[in-house]
C-alpha cells in the first residue's frame, strides 16, 4: 500500500546524517519506506515544518507503526500516556532504557519538567551521541533540546577559528561543544547549578578544554566578564526577551547574535532588536511548537 506523508529531501551522501538526526528528533515515520530519486533521498517525517513536501511513501511490511515520540539518547518521551504503547517503543530499539511521559511544562529559572515513567529502568539520566559529540543529560534537572541538533551543526559552520564565543544559556553544553572545536575560546554560562555540574563532566568527555563553564545569572555576566565577544548564543525560547538588553553590551562590533524565541507572528521581535542595535536581522522558523507558535531564531548583526 501507499501513503501520503510530508517528506524531507536530501542528497543520498548525507542519508544517514539526516536518518540519525531525524530519529533523535523522534520524527521519522518508521511505517513508510524512504524514497529514493535519482542521487536524492526522501524521508518520511510526521510533522510539518519549512521546507519540506508531501510525497507518496511505501508501507514498511510488518512494521506497525509506533506511537509518536521523541528519542533523547537511550529515553523516549511519548506526547500520551499510553503504557501499552510505552513498551512497544521500548521492545523497537535495543538501545532504549527508559519512556517516559511529561506530566509538566518546562518551567522555572532552571528550565526544567516532571517526568512519570511509562516503561523501563525509572532513570531520567541518559547519554546523548550527537554528530561524534557525547552528552550526559538529565531531562528532569537541566534542560537538553535533541531537536536543536541540526541547529547546532549550522552555527559551527558559520564560527570561524578566531572567535570567542558565548553560550548564555548553555545547560548542559550541546551548543558551546558542538562550537568548540570551531572556536578559540567559548564561555559557557547557566544559573542551573545542576545542568553546570552536567556541562562540567560533558567538557570532560569530549575534551573540549577551550570552555570556560560559569555558574551564573545572564542579567550579571556584564559585571563578570571582561570581554566582548564575536558571536553570542541565547537559547532561552521561553524568556530569552528578558536578556536581550544584557546580550548587546557583550558583543563586539561587527559580531553576531543568535536569539531563540516561541513567537506568533513573522517579524515579532524586529523592531526591538533594530532598537537595541540590531543593523541586520534575519528571522526563520526552526520547528512548530504549537498550533499558532513556533520556534524561531534570529540571527542579528550587530554594528
Avoid at 518551567?107 to 525509572?122: F, I, K, N, Q, W
Avoid at 570567542?164 to 544559556?169: A, I, P, Q, S
Amino acid at each position: 500500500m501507499t501513503n501520503e506523508q510530508w517528506g524531507v529531501r536530501v542528497p543520498a551522501k548525507k542519508g544517514e546524517d539526516m536518518r540519525q538526526a531525524l530519529l533523535r528528533k523522534g520524527v521519522l515515520d518508521l511505517s513508510l519506506k524512504v524514497l529514493h530519486e535519482g542521487e536524492f533521498l526522501v524521508f518520511p517525517v510526521i510533522e510539518e515544518s519549512v521546507g519540506i513536501s508531501r510525497y507518496i511513501f511505501e508501507d514498511q511490511p510488518g512494521r506497525p507503526a509506533l506511537p509518536r515520540h521523541e528519542l533523547v539518547g537511550g529515553i523516549a518521551i511519548m506526547q500520551e500516556d499510553d503504557s501499552e504503547g510505552a513498551a512497544a517503543i521500548l521492545s523497537s530499539r535495543p538501545s532504549l532504557h527508559t519512556v517516559l511521559f511529561p506530566i509538566s511544562e518546562v518551567s522555572g529559572e532552571y528550565r526544567t519538567r516532571e517526568y512519570h515513567v511509562l516503561a523501563g529502568t525509572d532513570t531520567t539520566l541518559t547519554e546523548v551521541n550527537e554528530y561524534g559529540h557525547r552528552y550526559n543529560v538529565d531531562l528532569a534537572h537541566a534542560y537538553f533540546s535533541a531537536r536543536l541538533s541540526t541547529e547546532r551543526q549550522r552555527i559551527a559552520e558559520k564560527t570561524e577559528k578566531n572567535e570567542c564565543v558565548l553560550d548564555m544559556f548553555t545547560g548542559v553544553g550541546p551548543f558551546a561543544i558542538t562550537l568548540a572545536s570551531r572556536a578559540a575560546f567559548i564561555v559557557a554560562a547557566d544559573l542551573n547549578p545542576r545542568a553546570v555540574l552536567l556541562l562540567i563532566e560533558n567538557i570532560r568527555k569530549n575534551r573540549a578544554g577551550n570552555i570556560l563553564p560559569l555558574l551564573g545569572d545572564a542579567r550579571q555576566l556584564t559585571r563578570t566578564l571582561p570581554w566582548q565577544f564575536d558571536r553570542i548564543i541565547m537559547n532561552l525560547p521561553l524568556a530569552g526577551t528578558v536578556f536581550l538588553p544584557h546580550a548587546f553590551p557583550l558583543i563586539r562590533p561587527g559580531g553576531t547574535i543568535h536569539f531563540y524565541s516561541l513567537v506568533s507572528r513573522e517579524c515579532e521581535h524586529i523592531d526591538r532588536i533594530h532598537k537595541l542595535g540590531g543593523t541586520e536581522v534575519t528571522e526563520r522558523m526552526v520547528r512548530s511548537y504549537s498550533p499558532g507558535q513556533w520556534h524561531a531564531v534570529y540571527d542579528i548583526k550587530v554594528g
